[in-house]
């Protein structure tokens, strides 16, 4: 009983070290907990995944802040939510500079897409219908749709893509530095496929946030270059 009593003190004063070392944003790998207690093991998979997360959040986060190319941004912040959410291809929208329409700014598609991207509809504001209007215009989080095969007006390219099957829609509404809304993130999946869960569209929105304020900072800097240069 001794024994058995000081090898769990063991393991817990380890986790605990593990608890303290992602405190102090130390993330390098710790030395695997040997136990048989199930619930000790569980705790040790569980902070070896929040270990993970944080690590991978501030590193594409800190790439998103500091890219300069914007084609580059969007290409990497849609990619890096299409992976995380196990979406099967995305659609970045912006607004124009009226705020009247929609624009698609970036779309990703998996290999397994037959059709070559293409210039996408505008959606005008006043279509609150269209599921990526409305997420738009009136969401502040990730909001998941069901899409039927007859699609909303505006994205009957994903039958392009998917063919005329369920699909599962996934929006992130995006806000520059201020707060003010500037786009949409958009993911697409199978509807045959499990939603995206809790912790997924945490992290997407995570990633949504950074984009979208270093976005923001690029509209800006471009616009106070265009004013200087006129």
């Known amino acids: ?32 907990i040997s136990t048989r207690i199930i619930e000790i093991e569980e705790l040790g998979e569980a902070m070896a995944r929040m270990r993970s997360t944080i690590r991978e959040f501030m590193d594409i986060t800190t790439a998103l802040s500091v890219e300069r190319s914007h084609e580059m941004l969007l290409r990497r912040l849609l990619t890096e939510a299409q992976s995380t959410a196990g979406s099967d291809g995305g659609v970045i929208y912006l607004f124009d500079k009226d705020r009247r329409v929609l624009k698609d700014a970036d779309q990703h598609w998996n290999r397994s897409a037959e059709t070559e991207a293409v210039n996408l509809p505008r959606l005008s504001v006043q279509e609150v219908d269209n599921p990526v209007v409305h997420a738009a215009l009136t969401t502040t989080k990730p909001d998941v749709y069901p899409l039927a095969p007859e699609r909303p007006a505006g994205l009957e390219y994903l039958d392009g893509h998917f063919g005329r099957i369920p699909l599962i829609l996934l929006t992130v509404p995006l806000f520059d530095r201020s707060g003010d809304p500037i786009g949409v993130l958009c993911l697409f999946q199978q509807g045959s496929a499990l939603p995206p869960s809790p912790e997924q569209l945490a992290l997407v929105q995570a990633f949504a946030s950074a984009g979208a304020v270093a976005i923001g900072s690029q509209r800006l800097l471009s616009s106070q270059k265009a004013l200087i240069n006129s």
Not at 11 to 17: G, K, Q, S, V, Y
């Open 1 to 32: 009983t001794w024994w058995m009593a000081r090898l769990v003190s063991a393991n817990l004063n380890a986790l605990t070290e593990q608890a303290a070392a992602i405190r102090r944003f130390n993330f390098a790998k710790p030395s695997p």
